[in-house]
C-alpha cells in the first residue's frame, strides 16, 4: 500500500487549515537548555504574521550563520508550545535523514508571509 493510503487521504478543506508560510530567518541563537542539539530561531512572516521564534533541531547540518538570512517554510497555526525555558510559536518544516534534519526553503525568494499553495 503507498504511504498516502496507509495515512488516509485527507480533503483540500484539511490541507486548508495548516498554514505552511515563507519567512526570513532574521536571528539564530543557542539553546544549551534543549535535550538535543538546537537552535533558538527568529523569523519573519511579514506584515500580517510578523516575527515568530521556534526551537529547531538543525543544528547537525547547519550553523548559526548558514540560517540567517535564509528563507524557510513554517507553520505558522499551531499553538505555542513550551520548550525548556523557551516559547515556540510556529513549526519549522524539514526532512529528516540519517545525517539531520534537512529544513524546507525556497527556490528563489517570496514575500515572507506568502501561503503555500
Known sequence: MSEAGEAGLISWADFEKVQLRAGTVLRVEDFPEARKP???LWVDFGPEIGVLKTSA???A?????D???RQVVGVV????????PFRSEFLLTGFP???GVVITTLE???P???RLA
Open 67 to 69: 540560517l540567517v538570512g
Open 77 to 84: 497555526n499551531f499553538p505555542p508550545k513550551q520548550v525548556g
Open 112 to 114: 515572507d508571509g506568502t
Open 38 to 40: 538546537a537552535w533558538k
Open 108 to 110: 528563489r525568494p517570496v
Open 97 to 99: 535523514t540519517d545525517e
Open 61 to 65: 547540518l547547519y550553523a548559526a550563520e
Open 57 to 59: 533541531q538543525v543544528r
